[in-house]
């Protein structure tokens, strides 16, 4: 049986064996991130690492509550009253996630809009509905912009298929999106978890010698230095925020 770690109305995290943890997002209604909650979900990144300890096996399932959305992207209203809100907080996570000293597996359970695709892409592997939901990525309808958008895009995916998300604003359901690299698997509702789980399984002993993270930075180091480079400032804007809001 696993062991809760984190019961709360917005975020659960439960310990399975072999160090296998997941951490389920159940903000309603869609998962949307904003300051607060991405603070929310590095404390529980931090929990887990510190909680298994150095030299360790050890991985980390995010998901959605349901098999209709994993995450919806941001709270662009936040912006309006806070400037630094993605500085504070969704820039962080993402830097969390690429540092992350053991590997990282979104279940992207259902739809992935917006922001939601660089965070599905801080991750290591990237298993999707096979039955339910889109994975897209508009910032080009909406006229948003920050340093590094498009840098795990470019790193993590074909030039042509970065160019569909982050220029063309193209839809995949699942299945196309496995196609086209964006996921590694796909599976049908009811399996989705138990996928994720012998993906996790099969991959945490890799972090037993310590340089899980550091060999990751060679691969795609430069997107968490974007990341890190824009984390917690305040005497600039690090965003050119939305003209429209979705």
Not at 20 to 26: D, E, G, H, K, S
Not at 174 to 188: R, S, T
Request: net charge positive; with cysteine.
């Amino acid at each position: 049986m696993p062991k809760s770690l984190i019961d709360e109305p917005t975020l659960a995290l439960d310990r399975h064996d072999g160090n296998i943890f997941v951490l389920t997002m159940r903000k309603a209604p869609e998962n949307r991130i904003n300051s607060h909650y991405a603070q929310k979900l590095i404390s529980a990144y931090n929990l887990i690492r510190k909680t298994i300890g150095p030299n360790a096996p050890g991985a980390v399932i995010t998901r959605g509550n349901d098999a209709k959305f994993w995450c919806t992207g941001l709270e662009l209203d936040e912006s309006d009253s806070n400037p630094s809100a993605n500085s504070e907080g969704f820039f962080p996570l993402l830097a969390t996630l690429l540092d992350f000293p053991f590997p990282t597996i979104a279940l992207i359970t259902g739809h992935t809009f917006g922001g939601a695709c660089p965070f599905a892409l801080s991750h290591d592997y990237r298993v999707m509905n096979s039955s339910r939901g889109y994975i897209s990525m508009p910032p080009v309808n909406l006229g948003l912009h920050f340093p590094g958008i498009g840098t795990l895009l470019r790193l993590k995916l074909r030039p042509q298929v970065a160019r569909r998300m982050l220029l063309e604003a193209h839809r995949w359901t699942g299945k196309q999106a496995l196609v086209d690299g964006i996921v590694d698997f796909v599976a049908p509702p009811e399996e989705m978890l138990g996928k994720a789980m012998e993906v996790a399984g099969r991959w945490a002993p890799k972090a037993e010698m310590g340089v899980y993270s550091l060999l990751r930075g060679e691969l795609y180091g430069e997107a968490a230095r974007g990341f890190r480079e824009i984390s917690y400032v305040y005497g600039r804007r690090t965003d050119l925020p939305a003209k429209a809001k979705i």
